[in-house]
């Protein structure tokens, strides 16, 4: 009883803590008056000299992309939580522990999938100069994609 307590309140705040960082995303490119993307970060759009058509059709796809992945990452939460009480209890069973994680991988995939659907897609809108630039922007570290936080700590 105890862990069905602790399990439903986990899974009460992961639903809240889930619509409320969907809606403190920062304003897709430039709606605001700034030309902020994820999480405050510059986009790496921003100085590609986008056409107002261009950039009309990358602010769509964000929205997309937000309304697509908000509940694979509230679900990724959830089976995170789920391991975690797995883990908690006073016998884990190794079955149901490689169970979840396989089902973490899963959405991990899934969101890696989409990830880059996304960016080929915003890609074919970019002119080969536009790219180009990107391309450039990335090589240097100036761009705003994640970086792998492992490297950069060495």
Known sequence: MKKFTLFAVLIILVASFS?????TRGKPGGKDGKDFGREGKRSP??????????KGK?????????????????????KRMELN??????????DKIKTKQKE???????MEDTLTDFRLNINS????EQRAELMAK???GKSSFPKDKRRSQK
Do not use: C, F, H
């Open 19 to 23: 619509v409320a960082m969907a809606e």
């Open 45 to 54: 759009y921003a100085n590609l000299n986008l056409t107002e058509e261009q």
């Open 58 to 78: 990358i602010d769509a796809m964000r929205e997309s992309l937000r309304k697509e992945m908000t509940p694979v990452r509230t679900d990724l939460i959830k």
């Open 85 to 94: 009480l797995l883990w908690m209890e006073d016998s884990p069973e190794g």
């Open 104 to 110: 973490i991988r899963k959405l991990k995939g899934t």
């Open 125 to 128: 809108l970019l002119t080969p």
């Open 138 to 140: 990335r090589a240097q």
